[in-house]
């Protein structure tokens, strides 16, 4: 919570169109409103991961709880541009789809931008239908998914992470970036640049998210 640096910097590595494709319109750069919206993770309501590479944070992947919907999370990811087809946003995806099932999801809900293909070939392969209605979010069921042995990790702390990893594990997949948890416990730690952005702008879809997928705006 509050890692605000991580997140600019996250966002500082998306170009124009990785950004619009992420949050459905034109964002030159992230609101204060909206950093601090990404930020407010809550255990077991909002959480995040960030994938570093060097020690430089180059993807973040968060889910939130569906305040109407109970057991539905939605998801989002992003990654840096430069560190496209490694593998990082399908690892982050499967990560914290395990967190959200541990957390005691049953169902994935993922906004995403028709012209994604990335994100959809990804949803796809796991099993979710393409929509009818382009303005409706892709469905998943977690409760049957085979995420793979190294996705499903063993344990929950109250940062957010996985036991297992206390807060800066190794990426266990082969590649060379590596996971840690997205902290209450240190503000603004120096990271990156794109991050999921709230429904506070975006025109598409109808219903406001902030993913590619992503973070539903809470509703009244």
């Known amino acids: 919570a509050g890692e605000t640096g991580t997140l600019r910097r996250v966002f500082g590595q998306l170009s124009r169109r990785s950004a619009y494709l992420r949050y459905h319109s034109a964002v030159p750069r992230l609101t204060p409103a909206m950093e601090r919206q990404l930020t407010?993770?809550?255990?077991?309501?909002?959480?995040?991961?960030?994938?570093?590479?060097d020690g430089e944070p180059v993807g973040i992947a968060r889910w939130i709880l569906d305040p109407n919907e109970p057991g539905v999370v939605e998801v989002a990811v992003e990654v840096a541009d430069a560190m496209h087809r490694r593998g990082i946003g399908d690892h982050l995806?499967?990560?914290?789809?395990?967190?959200?099932?541990?957390?005691?999801?049953?169902?994935m809900v993922a906004h995403v931008h028709g012209e994604n293909d990335a994100v959809i070939r990804w949803l796809r392969r796991y099993g979710a239908e393409r929509p009818r209605d382009p303005y409706a979010p892709f469905r998943l069921s977690l409760t049957d998914l085979a995420l793979g042995d190294n996705e499903v990790d063993t344990g929950h702390t109250p940062c957010g992470c996985m036991s297992g990893c206390k807060c800066g594990c190794s990426d266990r997949s082969g590649s060379d970036a590596r996971e840690t948890c997205a902290n209450p416990g240190e503000p603004d730690r120096a990271t990156?640049?794109?991050?999921?952005?709230?429904?506070?702008?975006?025109?598409?879809?109808?219903?406001?998210?902030?993913?590619?997928?992503?973070?539903?705006?809470?509703?009244?």
């Open 93 to 107: 995806l499967r990560r914290i789809m395990a967190a959200a099932r541990r957390a005691g999801a049953h169902t």
């Open 40 to 53: 407010a993770l809550v255990p077991g309501e909002h959480e995040a991961l960030v994938a570093e590479h």
């Open 192 to 220: 990156s640049s794109p991050s999921s952005s709230p429904g506070v702008v975006v025109p598409f879809p109808r219903r406001s998210s902030w993913t590619s997928s992503g973070v539903t705006k809470r509703r009244a």
